[in-house]
């Protein structure tokens, strides 16, 4: 196993840079997934630490030993595609033995570490089969099984269940976690996922434009988002923006008629802010409510439909459509319905810069 240090560490095609200037540290047997847009430098960075492509600039540490100049052979890492590459015109036993035979593995080693790949996967009924009439699942798990077998210090996922079907990629997440966690692996997945991500990671690096934007673990990127690409890219429905205007004794919404004030759980500092500010808040921190509730505003519901055991509705504030979700058995009866905000979900962000506002930085 190793830890993996990047330092400073751009690419660039040309003009155009592709990663700007990372720094990460991952450590021993940590399971860290780089998630973001298609493009945003997150396979180009995992490509690097695999030596298939160059870095411009800075550092890449194994260890503590820098491995810019080694090639792929020589840096112990173990890399699975999107698409995976199997021999077709191999069994599944010996595309998995591949790499051993490639090295002159003795052969009883080959036996043994052979019996412990197919008791971690779980593959000892298809060793005899072919690539060409296994699920997509199943040769995953092969491609996965041949990359660990080599006891690779790295082991590197470019987004290795988006060519799966749903059905089965439900099943592989979990399988992938429960796999790594017993290997002890240092594993770097990339996805552009967020359920992948947010299942799997111990820490999630979210990228955009070739830079880092936040580093946290599943639930601190999800509670605590430093800026509004943040907040908007974590979760599902995405996080409410909605434009704040100051006013005597509280904030308005959007331009439009609804104004939230300490009693709505509004703090003093935002109201007090000398910056334009925007309010975050998850869909699950908006109520349906009676229009003359308690904590009510009288906000019309545009739609209203329900999935399992939650129901969804958008209403609309200053041209934009926002969304609230709840359990069914919450929501009130009838027609007349208002919108609550729940002030255990307001998040303030600034309006122009879109970095995340706290009290300490509010003046």
């Given at each position: ?102 090295r002159g593995v003795a052969r009883a080693e ?150 939230l004030t300490p009693a709505d759980g509004v ?22 409510a009676e229009a003359d509730g308690p904590g ?68």
């Open positions: 196993m190793a830890e993996i240090a990047l330092r400073n560490l751009s690419v660039e095609f040309g003009a155009f840079r592709a990663v700007d200037d990372v720094d990460l540290t991952v450590a021993d047997g940590e399971f860290v997934v780089y998630l973001g847009p298609s493009g945003c430098g997150k396979t180009t960075t995992l490509r690097c630490i695999a030596g298939l492509e160059h870095a411009t600039g800075g550092d890449i540490l194994f260890d503590g030993r820098r491995v810019n100049g080694l090639s792929a052979s020589e840096r112990n890492i173990a890399m699975v595609f999107q698409f995976v590459s199997l021999y077709p015109h191999l069994t599944v036993k010996n595309n998995i033995l591949f790499p051993l035979q490639a080959m036996a043994r570490k052979l019996d412990w790949v197919v008791g971690v996967f779980g593959i000892g009924d298809i060793l005899g089969r072919y690539p060409a009439s296994l699920p997509p699942g199943a040769r995953q798990k092969v491609a996965l099984a041949r990359a660990v077998i080599r006891d690779p210090a790295v082991l590197l996922l470019d987004e290795p269940l988006s060519a799966i079907d749903e059905q089965f990629r439900e099943e592989m997440r979990w399988e992938l976690g429960h796999l790594q966690r017993e290997l002890g692996v240092t594993t770097i997945y990339v996805t552009h996922d967020q359920r992948e991500a947010m299942s799997l990671a111990d820490r999630i690096v979210l990228m955009r434009d070739g830079r880092i934007v936040q580093v946290a673990d599943p639930d601190g990127l999800f509670i605590d988002p430093v800026d509004v690409f943040a907040g908007h890219f974590i979760g599902s429905p995405s996080m409410n923006f909605i434009e704040l205007a100051p006013v005597a004794g509280g904030l308005r919404l959007a331009d439009g008629p609804v104004v703090p003093a500092w935002a109201i007090e802010s000398r910056r334009p500010l925007k309010l975050g808040i998850r869909p699950s921190f908006v109520h349906l009510a505003h009288a906000i019309p519901i545009e739609d209203l439909f329900a999935v399992g055991r939650e129901r969804f509705f958008t209403f609309r504030l200053g041209g934009a459509i926002h969304q609230g979700v709840e359990a069914i058995g919450r929501a009130p009866a009838g027609a007349a319905r208002g919108v609550r905000f729940d002030p255990k979900g307001f998040l303030f962000f600034d309006a122009e810069s879109g970095r995340r506002v706290k009290p300490e930085a509010a003046a």
